[in-house]
């Protein structure tokens, strides 16, 4: 029985199972409910109403049951093996009997090869926990959903709230999300807190803020040289704004262009076909950017530097800051062209009754009605500029560099915390630390920028009745 449970993909089958139960549940009390209506039996609740909440008292405790079990199933099932391990075994180090442990789940899980019979040995123990683990989630999955429906059979009646009990589940479920999106918020925030002041315990804020040297490398042996670390990161963000503002200087002018195109000066028909074409360019994986960039662009940018005589890089900010402003231009010019639609028509034929031209009206009604939508734009294409990573990879190196030559290679510091945080990693290393770091400065930076944005948005809107 064990071995043919872990043949099938049992939590995607009693999902489908839960599923299927709890329409049937629905069904069944929702006729119940319309047979009594029809008897002439007053209801307190819509027949819907009933059927949803015997829906909920059947599958939505054995949903929950089938969560938590997903969630604890493998850590039961490998302490069950860790527990039967040979005393030979249990006598290793902790993390060599964890590599172990992890050899016999691929053996039982994988069809990897086992080393020795007692891997192989174990790797049975694994399965055989495995399915043992299976059958009593499908038994207690099963059973919790037929108890809730024939509970839900019996204390469903006419006169029962129902309406007021799936609304306040309702309410409640949506109050669940919201509130594991603001936990995940702070989660997230206090992690990047907790390693950032690890990271500043030992080494100082104001050599990372102001340094001009960024050279992450530590040493691992107390003889090694030249490897002492240093984390000036003004390199970092001084690249990530360099080629921030080249991405915005093309995506703002192209963008809000091609907006106010769309949305006053094309017809029906262009309107219709150049949208969609446009937004294109933001279903584009970014990997596809850096390739354009890297065999196009780069060396276009290189061919130009030269041409004009100054000292170019095969890779570039500026090679970088085109693309990526290409890559952007759909966030700009979709969300502008839907504001500027969403500004009332009395305005445009106010302003053409006073004898303003299409372009007054533009420049003069239009924008400025619009204006905090399209601040709202900006501001989002900005985001997105600055947390690009896979085109400055491929296309502007990852060399730290201060320069006001935009044919140079720069980095940013998305970049450098990938690299800081890819291969074999020591969580307790400076170098790994200063990664967290990066991201709290960004964070903060990204803050401040949308909280002065959002001001400004304030100061200068013009409400219209």
């Given at each position: 029985?064990?071995?043919?449970?872990?043949?099938?993909?049992?939590?995607?089958?009693?999902?489908?199972?839960?599923?299927?139960?709890?329409?049937?549940?629905?069904?069944?009390?929702?006729?119940?409910?319309?047979?009594?209506?029809?008897?002439?039996?007053?209801?307190?609740?819509?027949p819907g109403f009933s059927g949803w909440?015997?829906?909920?008292?059947?599958?939505?405790?054995?949903?929950?049951?089938?969560?938590?079990?997903?969630?604890?199933?493998?850590?039961?099932?490998?302490?069950?093996?860790?527990?039967?391990?040979?005393?030979?075994?249990?006598?290793?180090?902790?993390?060599?009997?964890?590599?172990?442990?992890?050899?016999?789940?691929?053996?039982?899980?994988?069809?990897?090869?086992?080393?020795?019979?007692?891997?192989?040995?174990?790797?049975?123990?694994?399965?055989?926990?495995?399915?043992?683990?299976?059958?009593?989630?499908?038994?207690?999955?099963?059973?919790?959903?037929l108890g809730g429906f024939f509970y839900?059979?019996?204390?469903?009646?006419?006169?029962?709230?129902?309406?007021?009990?799936?609304?306040?589940?309702?309410?409640?479920?949506?109050?669940?999300?919201?509130?594991?999106?603001?936990?995940?918020?702070?989660?997230?925030?206090?992690?990047?807190?907790?390693?950032?002041?690890?990271?500043?315990?030992?080494?100082?804020?104001?050599?990372?803020?102001?340094?001009?040297?960024?050279?992450?490398?530590?040493?691992?042996?107390?003889?090694?040289?030249?490897?002492?670390?240093?984390?000036?990161?003004?390199?970092?963000?001084?690249?990530?704004?360099?080629?921030?503002?080249?991405?915005?200087?093309?995506?703002?002018?192209?963008?809000?262009?091609?907006?106010?195109?769309?949305?006053?000066?094309?017809?029906?028909?262009?309107?219709?076909?150049?949208?969609?074409?446009?937004?294109?360019?933001?279903?584009?994986?970014?990997?596809?950017?850096?390739?354009?960039?890297?065999?196009?662009?780069?060396?276009?940018?290189?061919?130009?530097?030269?041409?004009?005589?100054?000292?170019?890089?095969?890779?570039?900010?500026?090679?970088?800051?085109?693309?990526?402003?290409?890559?952007?231009?759909?966030?700009?010019?979709?969300?502008?062209?839907?504001?500027?639609?969403?500004?009332?028509?009395?305005?445009?034929?106010?302003?053409?009754?006073?004898?303003?031209?299409?372009?007054?009206?533009?420049?003069?009604?239009?924008?400025?009605?619009?204006?905090?939508?399209?601040?709202?734009?900006?501001?989002?294409?900005?985001?997105?500029?600055?947390?690009?990573?896979?085109?400055?990879?491929?296309?502007?190196?990852?060399?730290?560099?201060?320069?006001?030559?935009?044919?140079?290679?720069?980095?940013?510091?998305?970049?450098?915390?990938?690299?800081?945080?890819?291969?074999?990693?020591?969580?307790?290393?400076?170098?790994?630390?200063?990664?967290?770091?990066?991201?709290?400065?960004?964070?903060?930076?990204?803050?401040?920028?949308?909280?002065?944005?959002?001001?400004?948005?304030?100061?200068?809107?013009?409400?219209?009745?």
């Amino acid at each position: 029985m064990t071995d043919f449970l872990l043949s099938f993909p049992v939590d995607a089958l009693l999902l489908a199972f839960l599923l299927a139960f709890g329409a049937v549940a629905y069904g069944v009390v929702a006729q119940r409910m319309v047979g009594a209506r029809q008897a002439g039996r007053a209801l307190h609740s819509l027949p819907g109403f009933s059927g949803w909440w015997a829906a909920i008292l059947t599958a939505g405790p054995a949903l929950a049951l089938l969560a938590a079990a997903g969630v604890v199933k493998d850590a039961i099932v490998t302490a069950d093996v860790a527990g039967s391990l040979p005393s030979d075994v249990l006598a290793l180090a902790p993390e060599r009997v964890q590599a172990f442990l992890n050899a016999a789940r691929d053996v039982a899980f994988n069809n990897a090869r086992a080393a020795t019979d007692a891997v192989a040995a174990v790797g049975a123990q694994f399965r055989q926990s495995e399915g043992m683990a299976r059958l009593a989630i499908v038994a207690v999955v099963v059973l919790a959903a037929l108890g809730g429906f024939f509970y839900a059979l019996a204390a469903i009646r006419p006169a029962s709230r129902t309406r007021n009990r799936v609304e306040q589940t309702v309410q409640s479920t949506l109050l669940a999300a919201s509130g594991i999106a603001i936990l995940t918020t702070i989660g997230i925030v206090l992690s990047v807190v907790f390693e950032t002041l690890q990271f500043f315990a030992v080494y100082s804020p104001l050599d990372f803020l102001f340094g001009l040297q960024w050279s992450p490398q530590t040493a691992i042996r107390a003889d090694q040289v030249g490897q002492s670390g240093a984390f000036g990161s003004v390199p970092l963000f001084f690249g990530t704004l360099m080629i921030s503002v080249i991405a915005m200087a093309v995506a703002v002018p192209i963008g809000l262009y091609a907006a106010i195109y769309l949305s006053e000066y094309a017809s029906p028909l262009t309107r219709r076909l150049a949208k969609p074409a446009l937004e294109i360019l933001a279903g584009i994986p970014t990997v596809v950017y850096g390739f354009f960039a890297l065999l196009t662009v780069a060396p276009a940018v290189k061919a130009l530097g030269d041409a004009l005589g100054v000292p170019a890089q095969p890779t570039s900010a500026l090679a970088a800051g085109i693309v990526m402003g290409v890559m952007i231009i759909p966030f700009v010019s979709s969300l502008s062209d839907d504001v500027i639609n969403a500004t009332p028509q009395a305005l445009r034929d106010g302003s053409f009754a006073m004898g303003a031209t299409k372009s007054e009206t533009v420049q003069r009604v239009l924008l400025p009605a619009a204006l905090p939508g399209i601040v709202g734009a900006i501001l989002l294409a900005a985001s997105r500029a600055i947390g690009e990573t896979m085109i400055v990879v491929m296309a502007a190196s990852q060399r730290a560099n201060i320069t006001w030559n935009p044919f140079e290679d720069v980095t940013t510091i998305t970049v450098q915390i990938v690299s800081l945080l890819t291969g074999d990693l020591d969580f307790n290393s400076p170098k790994t630390r200063s990664a967290f770091a990066l991201g709290f400065v960004l964070f903060v930076v990204t803050l401040l920028l949308n909280i002065v944005a959002l001001r400004i948005v304030q100061k200068y809107r013009e409400r219209y009745e």
